[in-house]
């Protein structure tokens, strides 16, 4: 116990500071040892045994689906790597923009949060690439970020997504899914000799 309070002595006051953030944020989530099912319950709505195995199809497939998404944020939430989906999103909703007028702002927010030194979720690119950004703020356009969006899309689809599938929290969720209630035996058996 004395070794771990000299070693959280010596940590940084950002890196204590950003692990009372998280601690604060996560809440009831961090006094579970593991996170479960009820994580991606929205609402009364549960995804059934179909959807979650969809998910394994694709990546894309398991960011398309709003229970899918909650899944993987909640794991990657258990990881401490939640920075990952939150910049992808944030890249989607940058690309949105109607307004170009707002673009310098939004692209300095995104700049701040996320790719900038110390950036409170700073997410994990190589320098070029950082450089490559860095120098695209100096006129932002829509495509600013793409080269960093496309790196962490790689990152989750070859390693967060992988490890999400292997995870005991994915394979608790296929345990308590349902299958699809709207799904007969017979509905089942023609779907698989088509």
């Given at each position: 116990m004395l070794t771990m309070c000299k070693g959280l002595a010596s940590l940084s006051t950002c890196c204590l500071e950003r692990a009372k953030e998280l601690r604060a944020r996560l809440g009831s989530f961090l006094q579970k040892p593991d996170?479960?099912?009820t994580c991606c319950k929205i609402g009364k709505h549960k995804p059934t045994l179909e959807e979650c195995l969809r998910w394994k199809e694709s990546f894309e497939k398991l960011l398309s689906c709003k229970y899918g998404l909650c899944a993987f944020t909640a794991f990657?939430?258990?990881e401490f790597s939640e920075e990952n989906i939150a910049f992808?999103?944030?890249?989607?909703?940058?690309?949105?923009?109607?307004?170009?007028?707002?673009?310098p702002s939004k692209a300095q927010k995104i700049f701040d949060e996320f790719i900038c030194p110390d950036a409170p979720r700073e997410i994990n690119i190589d320098h070029e690439t950082r450089d490559i950004t860095r120098a695209n703020m100096d006129a932002p356009s829509?495509?600013?970020?793409?080269?960093?969006?496309?790196?962490?899309?790689?990152l989750m689809v070859k390693d967060c997504y992988p490890r999400f599938l292997r995870?005991?929290?994915?394979?608790?969720l296929l345990h308590?899914?349902?299958?699809?209630?709207?799904k007969t035996p017979k509905n089942q058996r023609t779907e698989k000799k088509a």
């Open positions: 996170w479960n099912f990657l939430v258990s992808y999103f944030a890249c989607e909703e940058y690309r949105n923009c109607k307004v170009l007028s707002k673009l829509l495509s600013c970020f793409d080269s960093a969006q496309h790196k962490i899309y790689l995870s005991p929290a994915y394979k608790d308590q899914a349902k299958p699809d209630a709207n």
